[in-house]
């Protein structure tokens, strides 16, 4: 009886083990969004619309970026949207300026772009040297070419639901959680991060209207930013079905501060020291490692959210060079003075 008492126990005991290893098992890790294969995806759809553009008997769609200064960051980013663009049949040039330049001096250039018929696309890139006021310039900007989606009268128009230039890294995480498939109506959305380029028009995009004439997803939108504790965050996000990771703090979002399923966006850049290697490497604002453990959905750093925004600029520029954000009047005028 003994000898039959000890078996069932390592019967049963086998069983809890099976269970626990089929319940293990059964828990995938997230699915990593591919903000390269993505934005392949959009770079395919500007090319075809460059072409098309182009066949039809108009001038091929120009790109003017204002590069002020020596910030290797800023000279890696201009590079790759200059490779973009010829990638999908844009003309380009980057204009180098010392970082010693003036403001006056800065808004004399960015008028004579302005009124360059041939710029149909400009951009200054940012940062700029302490110096000069960055809304400034932003507002400097024709509205109808500003790709960047900076300009104060394109933000209001965002904001008021309408057609205009959307700023690029937040219309490439609108265009990622589309494209990926993931339901925004109805759902909690949490976007850490409340800055006027990246948090804000994140969190305007996802949760405004669906049935306006610039459609949104329709998403109850929680913003947080650096007063707000981390545990309050924490109360947030563990109830989001969607999490946007924006304020440029590494790891800010860990695992245990997600549900089961969450879809987890990583928008930070941030620089940090690997002890191991003893170089500096890219990582986001969330631990990408543990958190995929858990999340349904979440984007790499790098090769998440940075190749969708050059994407999303390249579909700016054609929109700019066919003057869709144009009134008939000023269509007239630029026509005339081409």
Known sequence: MAAIRTLRKLYVHSQHQVCKLHTTASRQEAVVISGK??????????????????????????????????????HSYVLNKARAAADVGISSETILKHSDISEEELLD????????????????????????DERAICN?????????????????????????????????????????????????????????????????????????ERPGGDATVTISHRYTPKEKLRQHTKIADIIVAAA???????????KEGAAVIDVGINRVHDPITGKSRLVGDVDFEGVRQKA?????????????????LM?????????????????IRMAAAS
């Open 37 to 74: 294969k993505l934005a392949r995806q959009v770079r395919e759809e500007a090319r075809a619309d460059v072409d098309k553009w182009v066949s039809a008997g108009h001038r091929r769609p120009h790109l003017s970026v204002v590069l002020v200064g020596e910030n290797p960051a800023s």
């Open 109 to 132: 250039l960015i008028y004579k772009l302005n009124t360059d018929h041939r710029v149909d696309g400009l951009l200054v890139q940012l940062p700029l040297p302490d110096h000069i």
């Open 140 to 212: 400097a900007v024709s509205p109808t070419k500003d790709v960047d989606g900076f300009h104060v009268v394109n933000v209001g128009r965002m904001c008021l639901d309408q057609s205009t230039m959307l700023p690029a890294t937040p219309w490439g995480v609108w265009e990622m959680i589309k494209r990926t498939g993931i339901p925004t109506i109805g759902k909690n959305v949490v976007v850490a991060g409340r800055s006027k380029n990246v948090g804000m028009p994140i969190a305007m995009l996802l949760h405004t209207d669906g049935r306006h």
């Open 248 to 258: 440029g703090i590494p790891n800010l979002i860990t695992a245990d501060m997600i």
């Open 296 to 312: 349904g959905f979440i984007t790499p750093v790098p090769g998440g959210v940075g190749p969708m925004t050059v994407a999303m």
């Open 315 to 331: 579909k700016n520029t054609i929109k700019a060079a066919k003057n869709v954000l144009l009134f008939p009047q000023e269509r």
